[in-house]
T-cell receptor
């Protein structure tokens, strides 16, 4: 089954404790992206990747890191999480940057 | 900079009414793509449609239709004879082609269809 998976689905952590949210897709897509969703703001793009080893900032990259060492994986790293990073995070993939995106189920992160 | 505005934060209609969700965008590119996504109460994001900037033909898919007008930078979405299952948050999104491949989503419109 074609899908985008994210882990964990729920995470509660404390300020400053490094964490990684994994994202994997099995559709051989070139383009992958991370978004955060906050009430009233819609989805805001954090980082995107057009291919292996090619990443670029979205609209809200501060406080986040990403890497794309393999085509299928695109982890999101919060090196020192802060409470303002409490949000619902979605990973997505698509064949190209202008195609329909397939979204993962979301990761709800709470930073205390 | 690119921007997507969805001025209607929340809309409530009674089942079988028609409803139009507005989307206005800003872009400096001549080539761009517009999208609509649906997020039902279960939380997943569901793709509905993609249009490119060179195709202004309106689209109809069952009870759904989309009106793309470059002259007013709008890409509105109409649901005809709404049903309770249409209750969701609807997002309009824009991807530019000339200045990178980042996506911008609007803030969303929450549609409630009452029985």
């Amino acid at each position: 089954e074609a899908q985008v998976t994210q882990n964990p689905r729920y995470l509660i952590t404390v300020t400053g404790k490094k964490l990684t949210v994994t994202c994997s897709q099995n559709m051989n897509h070139e383009y992958m992206s991370w978004y955060r969703q906050d009430p009233g703001l819609g989805l805001r793009q954090i980082y995107y990747s057009m291919n292996v080893e090619v990443t670029d900032k979205g609209d809200v990259p501060e406080g986040y890191k990403v890497s794309r060492k393999e085509k299928r994986n695109f982890p999101l790293i919060l090196e020192s999480p802060s409470p303002n990073q409490t949000s619902l995070y979605f990973c997505a993939s698509s064949p190209g940057g202008w195609d329909e995106q397939f979204f993962g189920p979301g990761t709800r992160l709470t930073v205390l | 900079a690119q921007k997507v505005t969805q001025a209607q934060t929340e809309i409530s209609v009674v089942e079988k009414e028609d409803v139009t969700l507005d989307c206005v965008y800003e872009t400096r590119d001549t080539t761009y793509y517009l999208f609509w996504y649906k997020q039902p109460p279960s939380g997943e994001l569901v793709f509905l449609i993609r249009r490119n900037s060179f195709d202004e033909q309106n689209e109809i898919s069952g009870r759904y239709s989309w009106n793309f007008q470059k002259s007013t930078s709008s890409f509105n979405f109409t649901i005809t004879a709404s049903q309770v299952v249409d209750s969701a948050v609807y997002f309009c999104a824009l991807s530019e082609a000339d200045y990178g491949q980042n996506f911008v989503f609007g803030p969303g419109t929450r549609l409630s269809v009452l029985p």
